[in-house]
């Protein structure tokens, strides 16, 4: 008699379980929508949730595709690669109900990631925003932002037919649609302030250790995640002080806002991000309470965990050939928080020099480019307005590296150095046409001799080469060029693309440099 009470509650658990896991309503995930942009020329997933094991059936420019939900509800199909169209159409998702996307058109998909400047808006860039009236086939795709403890399935905002708010993100889209005259569709996913740790998977703790140690204390500090969660609670009422507090943790940017966004067909991501990194030149410091968000890696290591933070997001997208456009970081007048003041125009200070060359590491990776900009940038302000030259040369290396057209993309960048007695020689690629803008010699050099004491060079364009010399250097062995944290250069290509910094002193150990 005992049992037959029990089974009867357990039959009306599983009942009750039952009614609520079938009466989910079919819905796709938020990034599919009325107004949004399909990647061409690859597979392209469309996901989301139904009942359990509802039959799913997209339809969209003549391809059928149809699957089960599986037990927890999730479903996904993938369409074949899909030609690119200005066209409008319509994608139609049905099972139990039917649900039909309008204005939804083919091209190009990319990611625009970042920090404060990629955060930038279109109305703080004058001659960005002068471009406006000219934008055509551009949509956007807002990513809201937010925290999340846990990795996210969904994500918050919606597609528009409407050029996306940031600022390189737009001049990026806007040169790169009037390249291809098709569709241009930016997921615009970053947030000021925030480190390269707040965007990285819990999973790269097991690859850095210093990652593990920072998520540890971010699992043991209940006092930060009830206030974080209590934030999150408050919706929309949230202080800018809160606002902040929480974009500096680490991991969590990454659970809501771009976890959610794979596997979303895309070409590629940009990447403008690295000013918190630059507060200490190596390692990860011990910090003070008023200093708590500081807790990041150094400028040295920056680049190795930038590389494999790269790998880990293609593995997301199960793309190895998913591009990486690096922003790289312009001039800036001030050094770390260690030793905030120094000398802007110094080869040696602890300045943006060394991010800027710890950037470049992601270049040893295929389907990578850095965008340059040396010649770019403020001595004092960290936010830039001079963003118009980076939206185009970002497009310049979309249409190189990921739609393989025969264009100069890249400046200038160092093939080898030769000896000339009490001269330098220095080779470049990508050098037809080296020129300097002001019809001036080339400024921004300065060589050494195995005492490692620094000098200007003297310096003159031979052909596809600079000579560099200087009367006190009677042995020159080592060349620095525009590593200093705002330089003065004039050096450019036939394409005027500035030259890359660069430094040949590499093989010493840094510490003995400083």
């Not at 998913?322 to 770390?336: A, E, N, Q, R, W």
């Not at 020689?425 to 080296?434: K, S």
Request: charged residues 25%.
């Amino acid at each position: 008699m005992t049992k037959k009470p029990f089974l009867l509650t357990l039959l009306v658990v599983l009942l009750f379980n039952t009614v609520v896991a079938y009466s989910q309503e079919l819905k796709p995930s938020n990034l599919f929508g009325n107004n949004m942009v399909l990647q061409r020329g690859m597979v392209v997933p469309v996901w989301g949730v139904a009942a359990p094991k509802e039959r799913v059936t997209v339809k969209f420019a003549g391809q059928t595709r149809s699957t089960k939900a599986g037990k927890d509800g999730k479903w996904m199909v993938k369409l074949k690669p899909l030609k690119g169209s200005k066209t409008p159409r319509k994608m139609t998702i049905s099972g139990n109900t039917e649900i039909v996307l309008s204005n939804v058109v083919v091209g190009e998909v990319w990611i625009c990631s970042g920090q404060s400047n990629m955060q930038f808006a279109v109305s703080n860039a004058p001659k960005v925003k002068a471009l406006l009236p000219t934008a055509k086939n551009l949509r956007s795709f807002e990513v809201k932002r937010t925290v999340s403890f846990q990795e996210e399935d969904n994500v918050i905002g919606n597609w528009q037919d409407v050029p996306p708010s940031s600022a390189v993100a737009f001049g990026f889209a806007y040169f790169l649609e009037k390249a291809e005259d098709i569709p241009v569709g930016i997921l615009h996913a970053s947030w000021g302030s925030s480190s390269l740790e707040a965007w990285m998977p819990r999973d790269m703790a097991e690859e850095f250790p210093y990652f593990k140690d920072i998520m540890n204390d971010l699992d043991a500090d209940t006092e930060t995640r009830n206030r974080i969660n209590t934030t999150l609670s408050s919706g929309e009422k949230r202080s800018t002080k809160e606002d902040i507090f929480m974009r500096r943790q680490p991991n969590i940017l990454y659970n809501a806002m771009m976890k959610p966004l794979a596997p979303y067909a895309c070409r590629g991501l940009v990447w403008y991000q690295g000013e918190r990194n630059t507060r200490y030149f190596s390692g990860v410091p011990e910090v003070t309470e008023d200093t708590w968000f500081h807790r990041v890696i150094g400028m040295k290591e920056y680049g190795d965990v930038l590389t494999s933070w790269i790998k880990r997001i293609r593995k997301e997208w199960n793309n190895n050939s998913m591009h990486f456009s690096i922003v790289m970081l312009p001039g800036y007048g001030k050094g770390t928080a260690n030793k905030p003041s120094m000398d802007p125009k110094s080869p040696t200070a602890l300045s943006w020099a060394w991010m800027r060359e710890s950037q470049m590491k992601v270049l040893d990776l295929p389907h990578t480019s850095v965008v340059n900009t040396i010649d770019l940038g403020d001595e004092k302000n960290i936010h830039p307005k001079d963003k118009l030259p980076i939206g185009i040369r970002l497009a310049l290396a979309a249409e190189k590296h990921t739609l393989d057209k025969d264009i100069v993309a890249e400046g200038p960048t160092l093939k080898k150095v030769e000896k000339l007695n009490t001269q330098l020689a220095v080779h470049f690629n990508h050098a037809q046409g080296l020129k300097t803008i002001d019809h001036k010699a080339p400024r921004g050099f300065w060589i050494a001799d195995e005492s490692l004491q620094w000098q200007p060079a003297q310096a003159k364009i031979v052909g596809e080469t600079v000579v560099l010399a200087n009367e006190d250097i009677k042995n020159p062995v080592y060349v620095r060029y525009a590593f200093t944290g705002k330089p003065d250069v004039n050096l450019v290509n036939g394409a005027d693309l500035p030259a890359y910094p660069f430094r040949t002193d590499k093989q010493i150990p840094v510490l003995s440099l400083l």
